[in-house]
Each structure stands twice: as C-alpha cells, then as structure tokens.
C-alpha cells in the first residue's frame, strides 16, 4: 500500500481518487509539513568560503589539466589563504578549537577532486536557484532537498569536469543556465505526478507540462465531501472508503468484489483494469506496468485515461457506493 498525507492508501482510495470531477486549473498543494532541509544545507555549507570567478576559473583550469587538490593548493590564487589559516590555528586557540567558517583547509580536505572543490564553492549559486525555485511554486511538492544533494555531489562536480572556458564566458553563467533547466525538468516531473490530462487530450509536443492548462490535478483523498460522517465533522474520501472491520488495515474482506462491481459497472475492459490493478491499486510505476502487459508506457496511459474517463462518467459519489458496496447505487444525473 501506498502512504498518503500519513495515512494507508487502499486500492478503493487510489480508485475513487480518479472519479473526481474535472476541475479547472492546477490547485497543488503540499502534501508534507516537514522542513525540507535547505536551510541545514545552507547552514552545514557556511563552513567553505565562496571562491571567486577568479578562483573558480584557476580550477577548473587546474582540473582540465589533469591536476590533483593537492597541487592546487599552491597555487597563488589559494595558497596565501591556506597560509593564512594554517598562521591562525597555531597562534589562536580560539580559532584552532572552533568549528570552521568559511575555511580553505576545511575546504581542500573535504574535496576528493577539484570538481567538488568548485561545486562546494560555488554552493551560493546553487542555493540562490533552489531558493528561487521553492518560492515561485510553493504549492509544489518539489524535492529540493534532493536537488540540492545531487547538485553539490554530482550534477555540478559532472558540469565542471565537462566545462570549457571560453571568452567572456564565466563558470557562474553557465552552472546557473543548468540549474534553471534542470530545476525545469523537475517541476515539469512533479506536475505531470500531480496531473494528468482529460480522456482523448494528448501532450503537445514542445509544451512544457507547467504551461499546459489543460492538465486537471488529482484529488486528494483528503478531500472534504459535502455529506458529514456520524461525529459531525466534514468527511473525506479517505472517512468513506477506509474499512475498519479489515483483517488489514484499509483493506475490506469484500473489497476484491467491490472493484469487480466497480469494473463491470464501468465497462473497463480486462486489459485497463490489468493497468489499473498495476499501476493504481499497487502503485507501481508506469514502466514496470508496460513491461508486465508487454507494451509501451504510451498504450499503459491510453488504457489508463480510458479508464479514468470511465470513472468520471459515473461520477465521484456512485463510484464511492459502489466501492462500499452499493453496486445498485443510482447514477448520477446527465
């Protein structure tokens, strides 16, 4: 089972979500109260200084030619500083037993490479575009905190090896154009999760998913439903379809029998509800459930939205009854 907003999500959850009506525009909404860890990033990174173009450009010079960290720290760019400190620890015992700020040594010895000398200081660019990022979609779940990992220990350190200096060019331009594609990518990624097309509309090829209003987002289990439950208080769709009698929790002993009303009412076909079982109600992915039908993820989304399409013409409150048990439950009006 799949774990939603803290709580057990059912294969009758993950269906019901699908029968929301169509709605317009893209009301995401975060589905986590926990800090994301970029301000422990930026706090644990105060221990490296900024380098300068200046440096950054020595570097990456040092490493397109084939130098180590160990060499690169006499150079005349680093070595003054590295001096400087090394003068400071011997004769302040103050600075020798405080943790570091903005420290060259700190800095070589944490770098395996030059590569990831560069990424460790040049993490203020980083951080501008994550910071940037998390605050223009504030309703997206992003996983920044992630993004910043791979871009300190690998997107970067990658970049770097890769990159060519060239005239009037600077290392800070070019690492803040991949960032911004990147973190593109990434709310792309997150709002197709989020989303998903209306039945018989299909992607527009060169239309970027953020820019596509015609996406409709799925609805959250915790949804409120018009009706209220037997304590008064506003229901949800987790409230109807959660079967505390189950042998497992959220799992109802009728509930095979249920989806098969369900089908059969809709007129899903063995091949979709094949789809559905795989990637709804187990919720795997969209490639391991066309590798299991033998066909391309396009057909596994035809199926799926055909499905979906199904549902949505029954309607959100027959599709819960019938979920429940209710198979003779009146359809809605056209």
Known sequence: MIAI?????????????????????????????????????????????????????AALAALAGGKSV????SHALFAPYLAQEEADLLSNPNVYNAPPVRSYRQLFADSPGIENLVAFGNFPTVLHWVEKFRATYTGLPLALEEFMQDALYKIVPEEAKRYQTSAGASFKIYLSNMLIWRLNDLVDSCITRSSILPAGVYRQEGLRPKHDGRRVSIESLDAPLPEENENGDP??????????RALLPGESLAGASAIASLYAIAGISQKQAQVLQTSIIEGESQGYAASLCGVGERAI?????????????????????????DADAPEREK
Not at 70 to 73: T, Y
Request: charged letters at 35%; zero cysteines; a positive charge.
């Open 5 to 57: 907003m803290g709580k057990e999500q059912t294969g009758h959850e993950r269906l019901s979500a699908y029968a929301a009506p169509l709605s317009e525009g893209i009301p995401f909404q975060r589905r986590d109260s926990h800090a994301s860890g970029i301000e422990g990033y930026s706090a644990a990174m105060k221990r490296y200084p900024v380098i300068s173009r200046e440096q950054t450009e």
């Open 70 to 73: 160990k060499e690169l720290r």
């Open 235 to 244: 229901g949800s769709f987790y409230d109807v379809v959660a079967d505390e």
């Open 301 to 325: 989304r035809a199926r799926r939205d055909e499905a979906v399409a199904k549902f949505r013409r029954l309607g959100k409150e027959r599709v819960i009854a019938i979920l429940s048990g």
